[in-house]
């Protein structure tokens, strides 16, 4: 099928949904009014190109026939020089229209929530997990998205056991996903008093924060507890059993919510939690398939793969999956993450590209 006609049925596809977003019996359907919308919004972009495309196609058949069939050698000369300048421009605009028929995944336009827990390494893994929360929040805001603390476990020489916070934007998981994996961070601990490098290792779990439409839980699988908080927030909190526990009985996964002062609202919270760990659970079984498929480098199925490497003594980080190093550590920290995660993300696209060819 030439590109032209498969963006002709997108076209079609597009002028359907914009019908059916509208209709008062779709509207009366939450969950088929979101799918419908979402999908709209995912054509849009597609059916701008199509349309740019459509013209500059056009434009070069009107040129063709002006070189072929026009006498006055100023006039053709004229279509000669557009032709120069369209051809190219078709070449550039076929790349970026196979870029985005790439099939995307549904859970990409989705918000998360992010959790990130200190592993080897003692107080040292702690501090970093400290580290990579700012790191994330520059960025957050350099994005303007919103976040929010779910939970926290403070560090006894600072920084975090661990923390949970959900992010609220445009694309997020779609793009955040390829954090998720361990990263190993090598300084100098400010108590190590003969100067030698240690390594520490901190899990980031990135979780596309699910919606009642995407995993229904039932209340009867669901056990839960309060307890008092034990982190950060004054003596009220501590005070009162605010904090929350909720066990889901039939798969044994826990979460807890301790960071706000109300119990109803750790509730909600622990309840948006564990909807989007479900919900993980089957993201990351469907990406371990697509992954083995392709032979992914840049998979986020497996949350115990070492995927990255912050190396202080020499203002260097690696990111193993692609084989890409920076020599940047201090912006990166910053939350100048756009090179990493672009990176990641061509080298997602290429794959897919790939796969596409060979299906």
């Known amino acids: 099928m030439s590109l032209l006609k498969k963006l002709e049925e997108i076209y079609i596809r597009y002028e359907q949904v914009s019908e059916q977003i509208v209709d008062p019996e779709v509207i009366s359907d939450m969950d088929r009014y979101v799918k419908l919308n979402r999908e709209y919004k995912e054509l849009e972009d597609l059916v701008k190109a199509y349309k740019k495309y459509k013209e500059v196609t056009g434009n070069i058949v009107s040129a063709k026939e002006i070189i072929a069939n026009e006498t006055d050698k100023e006039f053709v000369d004229m279509a000669k020089m557009e032709l120069d300048e369209l051809l190219p421009f078709k070449e550039e605009l076929e790349e970026e229209i196979k870029i985005m028929l790439i099939p995307k995944d549904e ?17 040292e893994a702690c501090l970093f997990v400290g580290d990579l929360f700012r790191m994330y929040n520059r960025y957050f805001d350099k994005k303007g998205w919103k976040t929010e603390i779910t939970t926290v476990n403070e560090g006894t020489a600072g920084g975090y056991k661990e923390i949970g916070f959900s992010v609220e934007g445009e694309n997020v998981y779609g793009i955040m ?20 490098v240690h390594t520490s ?32 927030g004054g003596q009220h909190v501590n005070k009162t059993e605010s904090a929350v526990r909720l066990t889901h009985i039939p798969t044994g996964v826990v979460v807890e919510c301790q960071d706000g002062r109300s119990q109803i609202k ?7 939690v564990l909807r989007s760990r479900l919900y993980e659970a089957e993201v990351i079984r469907k990406e371990k398939e697509r992954a083995a498929e392709r032979k992914s480098q ?6 115990s793969a070492k995927i990255r490497t912050y190396n202080y003594p020499q203002g260097r980080v690696t990111d193993h999956r692609i084989g890409l190093t920076l020599y940047n550590l201090d912006g990166i920290m910053g939350g100048d993450l756009d090179e990493v995660i672009n990176s990641l993300k061509i080298a997602e696209n290429t794959e897919k590209l790939k796969a596409g060819m060979t299906e």
């Not at 859970?107 to 107080?123: M, P």
Request: hydrophobic content about 30%.
């Open 107 to 123: 859970e990409d336009t989705k918000n998360v929530i992010i959790e990130i827990r200190a592993g080897t390494g003692g107080d």
């Open 266 to 272: 750790n509730y909600e919270k622990a309840l948006k």
């Open 201 to 232: 290792a901190v899990t980031v779990a990135v979780l596309p924060e699910a919606e009642e439409v995407d995993i229904e839980i039932r209340k009867d699988d669901i056990k839960k507890d309060t307890f008092r908080s034990s982190g950060a």
């Open 177 to 196: 996903k390829f954090e998720s994996g361990v990263h190993r961070v090598q300084r100098v601990p400010a108590t190590e008093s003969q100067g030698r």
């Open 298 to 303: 840049v998979s986020t199925g497996d949350r």
